[in-house]
């Protein structure tokens, strides 16, 4: 999918919460981006929806998006359990009738519908399910601690409080500054980024270590330091499992700890409080404790739904009760994120 022009899918849901995906190509990969397809958007710009993007146009229909010479038509968003919405299928058809690729993370696969696939036999399309896994991943062994690389993980009071967006902020300004830094993408809309990557949250769960340990070894030839996206979160009922088996498999020596400051309990765990920062860095450091102790460095938090004023707040209450660097790094100035990490690291290979 070399020298792709994107179509991003997002009917009916383009918004800086509702559809990841999409919102991470047009942040990461703009110049690939040609149109979002919203109709109760149409008409207004990426930058006006999020707050990013510039002047990549949201389009009412599939018509209106092929009018830009797209390759690809991308599903923007992930809702949660990862089904195709039944309303999206003639969107789905359309766009491999006119002959674009389909890149999808769904959990439901798009190359496994009769009618999807025939279309896109007749049409010879490519329909890549980024969520399903590669049919030779083995049981994880440790072999990360074989790497001379640093290997950070991002991970989370919750889900979906942007782990993946602070790795990959983080890793523009190490690039900037001429480390070489590898990202390790275990998510669809990091693959998409990326190129690359296996999505954990697909794989059996006896094979998510192994998954974990194969895309942290892939991103770490050629680097010094390697961020590996995060997903769920420990306290999370849903993702816990999938986080446990990302930590483990890929052994990290540090932690990055990401939040969302507004969020009073667990998303879709309404019952469920979310824990302080103090207790979730000692539940995270301690999954490590007895396999490679690995410390939280550094707090990374989303204040997208905050004021200036509070979002300054908050990122200062946190480091006042954890004693470490924080702030947002989409918002603010990535530096004492970035900071942290490289001291890690420089103190780690200073032996």
Known sequence: MSGRRLLLLAEQSFG???????????????????????????????????????????????????????????VGVAPSGGRLPQEWRALIGG??????????????????????SKLAREKNVQILDVRRPPPDLPVSTGLVRNLDATIFLAVGTDCNVGKMTAQLQIRDVMRKQGHRVGFAPTGQTGILVEGTGIAVDAVVADFIGGAAERV?????RDADMVLVEGQGSMVHPGYSGVTLGLTHGSMPHAFLLCGQPSRSTVKHNDWLPTPSLTDLIKLYEATMALIRPAPVIAVALNTFDLSDAAAREAIAAAEKETGLPATDPVRYDPAPLVDALVEFHNKRTAG
């Open 16 to 74: 800086p919460m509702s559809s990841k995906t999409a919102n991470a190509a047009i942040r990461y990969i703009p110049e690939q981006v040609v149109a979002v397809v919203d109709s109760a958007l149409a008409g207004q710009t990426a930058q006006q929806v999020l707050g990013f993007g510039g002047d990549i146009p949201v389009v009412g229909t599939l018509e209106e998006g092929l009018q830009r010479n797209p390759t690809v038509a991308v």
């Open 95 to 116: 766009s491999i009738a006119a002959g674009l690729d389909i890149f999808s993370g769904l959990h439901i696969f798009i190359g496994d519908d009769p009618e999807f």
């Open 216 to 220: 942290t070894i892939e991103a770490a």
